[in-house]
């Protein structure tokens, strides 16, 4: 399936962090534990800082936050339009990425995710695109970080041409608090 991606409203947030939860739970739960999950969420989805960074996003040259939604919900006339405020809900993923400000000629791509339910529909390849497409006249390459447990994600990022440049211990602590979870570093030239 095709999917439609736009920029996401900052009307948007609520929906996002219901999709990061989703995914969150799917990829995470078996090594983090549901409840570490839930708190990060929480933590990291605050509404007001998501609808923050959204708002950010579409005013930044070299930023954006993506939703993807179903090409039947993007009628323009439809509530479910992605761009208009009150159709949020018509979204199943989406992408935050931007410049590092530190280091220009790299893009950093902090949080693709997408329902469960739509994984291996090509919710998450065509958000990645469009990702690319936006960066590619602001960067040379794009970076991101995975936990080396997250096996949809790694298959994901190295199906869609990443190249593993580094391993590290991760900050996050596993589920039962013993041993160190790793995490994956991940670049793509643009």
């Known amino acids: 399936m095709d ?6 409203p900052p009307s948007a947030a609520a929906i ?9 739970h799917a990829a995470y739960d078996e090594f983090l534990g549901a409840s570490q999950v839930d708190r990060m969420i929480d933590d990291w989805y605050e509404l007001d800082e998501l609808e923050s960074s959204i708002a950010n996003a579409a005013d930044q040259a070299g930023a ?3 939703v ?6 993007d009628d323009p006339a439809s509530d479910k339009h992605a761009g208009n405020a009150e159709n949020a809900a018509a979204a199943v993923g989406f992408a935050h990425a931007g410049v590092d400000p530190d280091e220009p000629e790299t893009a950093y791509l902090p949080r693709l995710y997408a329902r469960p339910t739509v994984w291996g529909e090509g919710v998450g390849t065509g958000l990645i695109e469009r990702v690319e497409a936006d960066l ?5 390459r794009l970076r991101l970080t995975v936990l080396a447990d997250n096996e949809v994600g790694v298959s994901f990022y190295e199906s ?3 190249e593993r440049i580094e391993t590290r211990p991760s900050d996050l ?8 979870l790793e995490e994956h570093i991940y670049e793509k030239s643009l």
Do not use: C, K, N, Y
């Open 3 to 8: 999917w439609t991606i736009r920029q996401a």
């Open 173 to 180: 602590e596993p589920i039962d608090g013993e041993g160190v």
């Open 68 to 73: 993807a939604v179903p090409p039947e919900d």
């Open 160 to 162: 869609s041409g990443f």
């Open 16 to 24: 996002i962090r219901e999709i990061a939860r989703e995914s969150w």
């Open 136 to 140: 590619r006249s602001h960067s040379e």
């Open 64 to 66: 954006s936050f993506l």
